[in-house]
């Protein structure tokens, strides 16, 4: 072991420590994935990350990202909160204004705002219907009447995510799922506001099978979610997704377009600096 520079940030909430908090690791290189993994399960928390130097020409430097039982990736909410943990640590990113992140998926740009970042949403890998035998199953596990859902649809960009869209955000708040029927399924939720306001949408993220089995603020979601939503004419960017209010939180996604792609962006505070022995 040997000691290494850590981070923990707070992402997607204006109010530090009521949105998603991320774990990141600088500094990685030597780690395998088995300690990759090992140390992710015990921070207990949705996703930690190992920054890495790049691979590929004009990246700023490669990222790792592992929940508490898998490597994935991509995911949204480890890639800002990366992005902001990298520069607090002295990275100067290599196009003014735009970090250029590595990961899994590939190159994910990350623009850079003062204390707000916002990623270019990756492309899908899986994008369309749901089999009626799943949406049956996903009915059973969010305990609603398979009726009660509008529309749904794969929304896979790292994380498996079915999108599911119900009637109203009081419908999402008032969700009482079952983890124990999830097996491995990963389910998006997301209802509109009936009066403007802050927020356009509830959304709430279930992940049958992990540790953390609802996600506090998802970034890879509500990409997929603001893609689908724009495509089916439910919603017009930019709008802003509410998301952790159950848990106590207060996420706020803010989902915009430019050139025709899809930005998901939000404000990463910095709030624990030190060092891990790994």
Same mark, same amino acid.
């Given at each position: 072991?040997?000691? $290494? ?17 991320? +774990? ?8 395998? @994935? ?40 991509? @995911? ?8 902001? @943990? ?6 100067? %990113? ?9 990961? *899994?998926? #590939? ?10 970042? *916002? ?21 059973? !596990?969010? &305990?609603?009447? $398979? ?6 649809? =794969? ?5 498996? =995510?079915? &999108? !599911? ?34 927020? #356009?949408?509830?959304?709430? +993220? ?9 996600? %506090? !603020? ?15 004419? /439910?919603? /017009?960017?930019?709008?802003? +997704? ?7 939180? $207060? #996420? $706020? ?10 930005? /998901? &962006? ?7 600096? #030190?060092? !891990?022995?790994?």
């Amino acid at each position: 072991m040997r000691t $290494r520079p850590y981070s923990e940030v707070d992402v997607f909430s204006e109010e530090a420590y009521r949105g998603n908090a991320l +774990a990141v690791v600088h500094d990685a290189d030597g780690l395998s @994935a088995e300690e990759m993994q090992r140390f992710a399960a015990w921070t207990n928390l949705s996703e930690t990350t190992f920054l890495l130097p790049p691979s590929s020409p004009g990246a700023d430097y490669r990222v790792r990202i592992f929940t508490g039982r898998e490597e994935l990736p991509f @995911a949204g909410h480890p890639t800002l909160g990366s992005a902001r @943990a990298w520069l607090e640590a002295g990275g100067r %990113p290599r196009a003014n204004g735009t970090v250029l992140q590595e990961c *899994a998926a #590939g190159l994910i740009p990350v623009r850079v705002e003062g204390d707000s970042l *916002a990623f270019e949403a990756p492309p899908f890998t899986r994008y369309g219907p749901v089999d009626e035998r799943v949406l049956r199953r996903v009915a059973e !596990v969010l &305990g609603i009447r $398979r009726e009660e859902i509008l529309d749904a649809s =794969w929304l896979v960009n790292g994380p498996q =995510w079915i &999108g !599911v869209r119900l009637a109203s955000a009081r419908e999402v708040l008032n969700l009482q799922p079952d983890p124990g029927k999830a097996g491995e399924l990963e389910i998006g939720v997301v209802g509109p506001y009936d009066e403007a306001g802050e927020a #356009g949408f509830e959304v709430r +993220a279930f992940v049958g099978g992990d540790p953390v089995w609802e996600d %506090p !603020v998802t970034g890879s979601l509500n990409a997929g979610l603001g893609q689908w939503l724009t495509d089916t004419a /439910v919603a /017009v960017p930019p709008y802003t +997704a509410a998301q952790g209010t159950v848990l106590g939180r $207060r #996420g $706020r996604v803010r989902i915009s377009r430019r050139d025709g792609k899809i930005w /998901v &962006g939000g404000t990463v505070t910095s709030c624990i600096e #030190g060092t !891990v022995r790994l």
